[in-house]
């Protein structure tokens, strides 16, 4: 019988922490790193192993994944002197799963390739939900080859796992992803403050809007939390931010204006300033019933 390939996850937040207690579940030996070690307490509660260094993790980790907050702090992990590139062995494969950069995304892929590391971009979507129900959505980018050989540790993860072409496609990817969410997300919480305005119990219209030709995964989930004034973080208006900034900069090298996204980061930027950095994106529904 094959032994599974030990597996390094760095970054234990609110989705890390569900994707690699999946993997300890399906039998898996993971190593964990984080900033912060008491947010990893629960994973090695349940048997993972602690890393007090990203270098020291890769060394002991055939695969290593990646699942942390800013472009910075990829590019620092995988390119520093002391980082992942710098300690992973000649044949393992190094994925991240941040929403980040193409563009640092193929220059990790050409530093790992020099090596003899295989590196995979395979951000996700799906939320805290999606995270800890193992139903994400993952786009990965990269060699098809690379790509099939993590498969079944995408599978413990996700259950839409599509390859998208070469280094950089999955980061593509997602941020077509975040397009299409930051326009949603208004589209969502302006429905909703329209229809308490009205008169109306907007649990009720929830009820018969998100079955029609306006649903949406935000509208299911988000669109309840919205109307409880539930903000808790499944998603952070810092990263939604980092994201969209992302996604501006990508539209513009590709020679393109998208005001939908524009208005979003307008929006957000309003939420950050009010100091709503740490809430879950879903906040945007407070600001605009302030605002009408």
């Given at each position: ?53 990203p270098?020291k ?32 062995k ?13 563009q ?11 090596k ?79 229809a ?7 649990f ?89």
């Amino acid at each position: 019988m094959k032994e599974h390939p030990k597996i390094g996850m760095i970054g234990t937040g609110v989705m890390g922490q569900s994707m690699a207690g999946h993997l300890l579940s399906a039998g898996y030996t993971v190593h964990v790193y984080n900033r912060t070690k008491q947010k990893a307490e629960p994973l090695l509660e349940k048997g993972a192993v602690w890393f007090d260094q990203p270098g020291k993790l890769a060394e002991q980790s055939d695969i290593v994944i990646t699942m942390v907050g800013f472009p910075q702090d990829v590019e620092s992990l995988y390119l520093d002197s002391d980082g992942i590139l710098a300690h992973a062995k000649p044949g393992s494969i190094v994925i991240d799963m941040t929403t980040s950069s193409p563009q640092l995304a193929q220059t990790i892929f050409e530093h790992a390739e020099q090596k003899q590391i295989y590196a995979l971009d395979a951000p996700v979507s799906g939320g805290d939900v999606g995270a800890r129900e193992a139903r994400l959505s993952i786009m990965v980018g990269g060699e098809r080859n690379v790509f099939e050989a993590a498969l079944p540790i995408f599978q413990k993860m996700g259950r839409n796992i599509v390859y998208q072409g070469k280094a950089g496609a999955g980061q593509y990817t997602k941020l077509s992803n975040q397009i299409a969410v930051a326009s949603t997300m208004i589209a969502v919480a302006e429905a909703l403050v329209f229809a308490e305005k009205a008169g109306l119990d907007p649990f009720e219209v929830l009820r018969s809007i998100e079955s029609g030709a306006a649903g949406s995964w935000t509208m299911s989930n988000l669109g309840p939390r919205m109307l409880k004034g539930d903000f808790a973080p499944g998603f952070y208006v810092k990263h939604f931010l980092k994201d969209l900034k992302i996604a501006i900069e990508a539209a513009e090298q590709l020679g393109i204006q998208l005001e939908g996204l524009r208005l979003a980061k307008r929006l957000y930027d309003q939420l950050s300033a009010q100091g709503e950095s740490d809430r879950g994106t879903q906040v945007l529904y407070q600001l605009l019933k302030q605002q009408g």
